[in-house]
Every structure is written in C-alpha cells, then in structure tokens.
C-alpha cells in the first residue's frame, strides 16, 4: 500500500524530524501542515493523502481538535491517525484513544518507534 | 446621699482603674507607632523594589523569546547541515555501487580473457596482477560501514534535536508564568497607587499552545505507558467485537 503522509506540527523542527525519519524507514511521499487548521484544508484538497501524523499542542487548532473534527467528518473519519506529542500523562493518552487516535508516540522518538506505529496501522486498517 | 457617695466614689475607682491601665498601655502605643514608623519606609522599599521587578519582567519574557528563537534557527541550520551530509553519503554510496558494478565487470572480461589464452603465461600474469578481487571486496565493504555508520550519526544527530521542540514548550511555560505573575504584582501596584506599568507583549503568549511537562527523557518510560494503555484498549474493542459477534447469534 502507498502510504502520503500528512505531517502536522507548529514546529518546523519537528516537522523535519519526522520527515527525515520517514526517509530513514523507507517513505517518500509526504506534505505538511502548520496547524490543524491548515491540516483540514489539505486532506480536503488532496484525497491522495491516507495517513495523518500530528502534533497535540499548536496554535489554531489543537491535535486532538484535528483528530475529532475528522472522526466527525464522514469523508475522513476512516483516516489512519498517528498522534506525535510531548504529552506522556496517562489521562492524556487516554483522551487521544478516547478521540480515536489509532496509536500515539510520545516524543522523544525514534525511527524504530515510528516504524513499528505505522505498521501497526497499516496492518489494522481495512485497505 | 450616702448611696450618691458611695456611687461617685465607685465611678472615681473605674476612672483610676482606667488611668492606671491606659499608663500601661501608653509605652505599648509608643512602641506600635515607632514600629509603624519605622516599618513605612521598609514596605515603600518594598513597593518600589516589586515596581522594580515587575517592570522588568516584560523585557525578561522578551530574552526568554529570543533563546527560543535563536535556538530554533540553529537548530534549523544544524539540519540544514544534516541533511546536506546525508545527501553526499547517499551519493558517496551510490558511487561505491557503481564502482562495485564496474569492478565486475572487469572481473568478468578479464576471466574471458583467461580463457581465450589460456596458454599465454604473460596474460596470465597481467591478469593475476589486476585480478585482486578479495582486497577491494573488503575494501568498498569498509567504506559502506562507514557510510553506513555516518549516516547513523547523523540520523541520531537529527533525532536529539527534537529538544529544541520539548525545550521551546518549557520556555513557552516559563513566560506564560512570568505573564500571570506579571499581570497580578501589576494589579496589586495599581491599587497601592501607582501607575500603570507596561505589559508584556501580547504577540508573545497569545494563541500558543503548550505542554509544560514537555520532558526531553531517552528512557521511553512514556513510551511504555503509551504502549500498554493502547494494547488496552485494543483489547477494549476486541471484546467490544466479540460481544457484538455473539449479540448476532
């Protein structure tokens, strides 16, 4: 399955951490959203995209507003949705699962962890 | 007449009681107001001192602003770096395959060569000293361990700079609390009479969203926590799916 990934996080940074990690285990086909605002409008725009990977805490719109407001949208609620946070606290991870996240990755992280989230995923979500 | 007496002398006792306390009480009065005086120019000090700080808090959460900043353009350019290594080590190990390629190749035509002399003993010989195969085998498996190796570093490289995230939410933290502080010394100096004292800068705090327990930890203890309360709830919906298969029944 190709997999375009939807990299949403305020920090350039780690924006380009995560995109340097998905080279590293073997992807290739990514874009980029500051917010979650801008996310929405992208996945709107491109419907190539069919993963989501996403920061909790930016400006605008909040991660996990994104995560609820596509899990409210019959045309994406089926999107794969993995959540990149500092967030380590129990009830924080439990109000992601809550709003459907299909998994979570507390940063720092690695390639490993990213890989191993993904595949996951990809292996329990309908094609 | 005698009751009148009696009663004058009875108020004349009350007012000696009174007096004899009141010159009891006149040393601890004179000491109060000697406190009090004494205590006016100390809590002006003080007033002044918290004007002071307050004043200067914006300006602190201003510098708090510039490290972050800073450290992100750094740390953009550390990537910048990064990434510009990866790209040479990406092309370092496709020159290494292409001379692997090519180093077959003239292994292959030198074996035909062999062959078509096979009773040529200067063939042979040329040959023999071209044809070391084993020492630069292990010589280009060297250099992509060490590419190899490289590019490790360098993904590792990028992978600490993750800091910079977790440590711009701690300073996002640390100013948003100078601000709420800030905000009450400022009220409170307002209502001792002074005048109004400048704000932080607004644009700073506004509409940013933080963690304030953002911890930069390599232990992945999180991480754990993560993995076993999602295996939960996977188990959760398993047996979701499992009620509502026999539901069916």
């Not at chain 1, 045309?75 to 809550?98: C, F, H, N, W, Y």
């Not at chain 2, 200067?56 to 770096?81: C, G, Y």
């Not at chain 2, 510009?84 to 180093?103: A, P, R, T, W, Y």
Request: hydrophobic share 40%; with cysteine.
């Amino acid at each position: 399955m190709a997999i375009k990934f939807l990299i949403v996080d305020d920090s350039v940074t780690m924006r380009r951490i995560v995109i340097n990690s998905l080279k590293q285990i073997g992807h290739n086909d990514f874009c980029e959203a500051a917010d979650g605002r801008e996310a929405i409008t992208k996945l709107v725009s491109d419907p190539s995209i069919n993963f989501l990977i996403t920061d909790w805490n930016m400006p605008e719109v909040s991660g996990l507003d994104l995560v609820k407001s596509i899990r409210s949208d019959s045309k994406l609620s089926s999107l794969p949705i993995l959540m990149v946070t500092t967030r380590g606290m129990k009830e924080d991870i439990i109000e992601a699962l809550q709003a459907k996240v299909n998994n979570y990755i507390v940063k720092p992280f690695t390639p490993q962890v990213l890989r191993e989230k993904i595949e996951q995923i990809v292996s329990t979500t309908p094609a | 007449m005698q009751s009148n007496m009696e009663q004058i002398f009875k108020k004349l006792g009350d007012l000696k009681d009174f007096f004899t306390y009141g010159q009891k009480l006149a040393p601890i009065l004179q000491k109060i107001i000697d406190f009090m005086q004494d205590t006016v120019p100390l809590l002006e000090t003080v007033n002044k001192s918290i004007a002071d700080s307050t004043s200067k808090m914006p300006k602190a959460a201003h510098q708090i602003n510039n490290v972050t900043s800073a450290t992100e353009v750094a740390t953009t350019e550390i990537l910048d770096i990064v990434d510009g290594v990866m790209l040479d080590l990406g092309e370092i190990s496709s020159q290494i395959n292409s001379f692997q390629v090519k180093f077959d190749k003239q292994q292959t035509l030198l074996v035909k060569i062999a062959e078509k002399y096979p009773r040529d003993e200067d063939v042979k010989k040329l040959i023999m000293n071209e044809f070391d195969s084993k020492y630069f085998s292990d010589d280009v498996k060297d250099l992509s361990k060490l590419v190899s190796k490289i590019n490790d570093s360098m993904m590792n490289i990028t992978l600490s700079l993750q800091v910079q995230d977790i440590t711009t939410q701690q300073l996002l933290s640390v100013n948003h609390l100078i601000q709420s502080i800030q905000e009450k010394l400022s009220s409170l100096l307002v209502d001792l009479g002074e005048k109004e004292i400048t704000a932080i800068d607004e644009r700073f705090n506004n509409n940013l969203s933080f963690n304030p327990e953002a911890r930069y930890e390599k232990n992945h203890s999180s991480q754990v926590l993560v993995d076993s309360l999602v295996e939960e709830n996977r188990s959760a919906a398993s047996q979701k799916e499992i009620d509502e298969l026999f539901s069916k029944r």
